[in-house]
């Protein structure tokens, strides 16, 4: 009967830690993701190879990120300088002031949701292709 108990134990023990819903950053390698936000789309991909993203908002970006769990933490973001719409440049701005912040990451069903330090979200949603880069599909529904 204790053994019985000690079995019962150790799966429900089992069970609650795969249940912790911990990330993967390791799944983040290689994707493609967009994010829509008023006045343009924002861009953010993981490189395949190393700890770097890259993306665009107005203007092309990329930087150093290191993650570990559900923890992320990107390093300082260099971009080009073009000029854009009124919006989308301020809509540039707040992104690159948002990235310094984030501390928290969520990938589920090609969903990436990007949290920073006030509880601030960006959701982007996976795709296969980047805009302009051709056709864009999106892997989740």
Not at 49 to 72: C, K, P, T
Not at 111 to 136: H, M, R, Y
Request: overall charge negative.
């Amino acid at each position: 009967m204790k053994f019985k108990l000690i079995a019962a134990a150790t799966c429900a023990l089992a069970l609650a830690a795969c249940g912790d819903n911990a990330q993967n950053p390791e799944m983040l390698k290689g994707t493609n993701f967009v994010s829509a936000q008023p006045g343009v789309d924002i861009s953010l991909s993981f490189d395949p190879e190393e700890m770097r993203v890259y993306g665009r908002v107005v203007n092309l970006y990329n930087g150093g990120y290191q993650a570990d769990g559900n923890e992320i933490k990107f390093g300082e973001i260099a971009s080009t300088m073009m000029m854009g719409p009124a919006d989308a440049m301020e809509t540039e701005q707040e992104y690159f002031q948002f990235i310094p912040t984030v501390e928290k990451y969520e990938f589920a069903d090609g969903k990436l949701t990007l949290i920073g330090n006030d509880g601030k979200e960006i959701i982007f949603v996976q795709v296969e292709e980047l805009p302009g880069d051709g056709a864009t599909e999106t892997t989740a529904e």
